[in-house]
């Protein structure tokens, strides 16, 4: 089965109602797919960019200065200003994360069975090894690179982990990259950037 890549030349022509705000939440949560891949397997930009190259997507992503120009683009992230989305390097970045995701798929499904069990006895979750790894490192890595309040509560950025779990849960199947793509879409008409 081929990746899913957007046929049109362009987000604004694909979808003409997305204003600059949406976009800038296409670029948030693409990079926060990512966050939570790094913080769940420990993959770090030598990976992405292994699966950059593994996807020909290597014009896009060839070094660690072009990507970490990629993921600076993020509205939420600290010193972010970089020029607008570009399609290209959101398909990219889509397909990337989605290659990433199948990759750890047995980890992904482990981690996200493990929070099933937690939340059906009621416990909470950073109890269990596997999630509070992942809980503790999501949460390093927000509060380093990310443009938040110091003071943001805990409970918030676990939510958005764990939310985070069960979406790339859904990212590792087949057709992971329509869901992402979908899923940004849906995000950037529906969802506010604070």
């Known amino acids: 089965m081929e990746p899913f890549i957007p046929s049109q030349p362009n987000l ?7 204003t600059a705000q949406q976009l800038g939440s296409i670029k948030a949560h693409l990079d926060l797919v990512l966050l939570a891949l790094e913080a ?7 990976a992405v960019l ?8 290597g014009d896009l992503m060839g070094d660690r200065v072009s990507l970490w120009r990629l993921r600076q683009a993020s509205p939420l992230r600290q010193g972010q200003g970089r020029k607008k989305l570009d399609v290209d390097e ?7 994360s989605v290659h990433l995701a199948q990759q750890q798929k047995v980890l992904i499904r482990q981690a996200v069975e493990r929070l099933e069990a937690v939340t059906a006895q009621q416990q909470p979750p950073y109890r269990v090894a596997l999630l509070g790894d992942y ?5 390093n890595l927000y509060q380093d690179r990310m443009a938040a309040d110091p003071d943001s509560a805990m409970d918030t950025l676990t939510d958005l982990a764990l ?11 087949p057709g992971g990259d329509r869901r992402l793509w979908g899923a940004l879409l849906d995000r950037a008409r529906t969802t506010p950037l604070s």
Do not use: H
Request: charged letters at 20%; aromatic letters at 6%; hydrophobic letters at 55%.
């Open 163 to 173: 939310k985070l779990l069960v979406d790339l849960l859904f990212y590792s199947q």
């Open 40 to 46: 769940l397997a420990g993959l770090g930009s030598e």
């Open 135 to 139: 809980l503790d490192r999501f949460s």
């Open 90 to 96: 959101a398909r990219a970045l889509v397909l990337v």
């Open 50 to 57: 292994e699966a950059a190259k593994a996807l020909a997507l």
């Open 12 to 18: 604004s022509s694909q979808s003409p109602a997305l």
